[in-house]
């Protein structure tokens, strides 16, 4: 099973930026869909990004036209590029395979406050 590790979160103004990075321990290559999920505080996680293997992107409609997916088969990332941040984007997101339903990885927390 591909481990995967989130980095890249922080603090951040409303209206900034942040770029969030998923390592995979192994080859992604042939998981068909990745995807970025969040958990914001006191609620469930849900779906906010994914992206197929041949780079076809959907978004959940809170996020759509700020946040962009990327991922690299080569070098085994996907990548997450949030700009015009709102204080409703804080919490810790994951990198995980589209549906997934086995464990997860820490996650790493994004806070969007002035």
């Known amino acids: 099973q591909v481990q995967l590790v989130e980095s890249g979160g922080g603090l951040v103004q409303p209206g900034g930026s942040l770029r969030l990075s998923c390592a995979a321990s192994g080859s992604i290559l042939r998981i068909k869909f990745m995807a970025w999920y969040r958990r914001p505080p006191g609620k469930q996680r849900e779906l906010v990004a994914w992206i197929n293997s041949g780079g076809n992107r959907n978004y959940a409609a809170s996020v759509k036209g700020r946040f962009t997916i990327f991922r690299d088969n080569a070098e085994n990332t996907v990548t997450l590029q949030m700009d015009s941040l709102k204080p409703e984007d804080t919490a810790v997101y994951y990198c995980?395979?589209?549906?997934?339903?086995?464990?997860w990885g820490q996650g790493t927390q994004v806070t969007v406050s002035s």
């Open positions: 995980a395979p589209f549906n997934w339903g086995g464990s």
